[in-house]
C-alpha cells in the first residue's frame, strides 16, 4: 500500500512533471508580470507565480521523502514558450489580449498536467494536495480566460 513516503514510481514521476510545470508557470508569469503595463493583471500574475512555486516546492519536499531527487528546474518547452511571450510581449507592447491569451494557453497545459497526473494516480495518497492545486490552477485559468474575453 502506498504512503506519502512509499509512493510508487509512476506516482512519483508524475509528481516530477507537476514540479516542471509549476516551475515552467512561476517563472512564466513572474515574467509576464514585467511585461504587462496593467499593474492589475502584473500583480495578479505574480500571485499565481507565487502560488505555483509554492506547489513546486511542497512537490519537491513529497519526492524527496521518498528518496528521489526531485526536480529543481522547468522544461526546454516552458524556456522556449517564456521566450515567445517575451518576444510576443516586446513586438506588441505589453498588449493585455495577447499576454491574457498567451497566459492562457499556459494555464492550459498546467491544467491538462495535473488531470493526467490525478488519472494516473487516482486513489494515491496524494490526491487531496493534488486536488487542492488542481483547483487553485482551475481558478486562475478561468479568471485569465475571464480577463482575456473582456479585452476581446
Given amino acids: ?23 515552467d508557470s512561476s517563472e512564466g508569469f513572474a515574467e509576464a508580470a514585467e511585461k504587462i ?4 493583471i502584473a500583480n495578479y500574475f505574480r ?10 516546492r511542497e512537490l519537491q519536499r513529497v519526492v524527496g521523502m521518498n528518496d ?9 518547452k516552458g524556456t522556449i ?16 489580449h495577447a499576454m ?9 497545459a498546467i491544467k491538462e498536467c495535473y488531470e493526467t497526473v490525478l488519472k494516473e494516480t487516482a486513489g494515491s495518497p496524494l490526491n487531496a494536495v493534488l486536488h487542492r ?3 487553485s490552477v482551475k481558478q486562475d ?11 476581446a
Fill in 1 to 23: 500500500m502506498e504512503t506519502i513516503t512509499t509512493l510508487n514510481d509512476e506516482t512519483v514521476s508524475g509528481l516530477q512533471d507537476l514540479i516542471e510545470i509549476n516551475i
Fill in 37 to 40: 503595463e496593467n499593474p492589475d
Fill in 47 to 56: 500571485r499565481c507565480g507565487q502560488r505555483r512555486e509554492t506547489f513546486s
Fill in 68 to 76: 528521489t531527487e526531485p526536480k529543481d528546474s522547468g522544461t526546454l
Fill in 81 to 96: 514558450h517564456r521566450w515567445w511571450v517575451g518576444i510576443r510581449g516586446a513586438v506588441q507592447s505589453g498588449d493585455e
Fill in 100 to 108: 491574457l491569451a498567451e497566459a492562457e494557453r499556459g494555464e492550459d
Fill in 133 to 135: 492545486h488542481y483547483a
Fill in 141 to 151: 485559468h478561468d479568471t485569465i480566460r475571464d480577463m482575456r474575453d473582456a479585452r
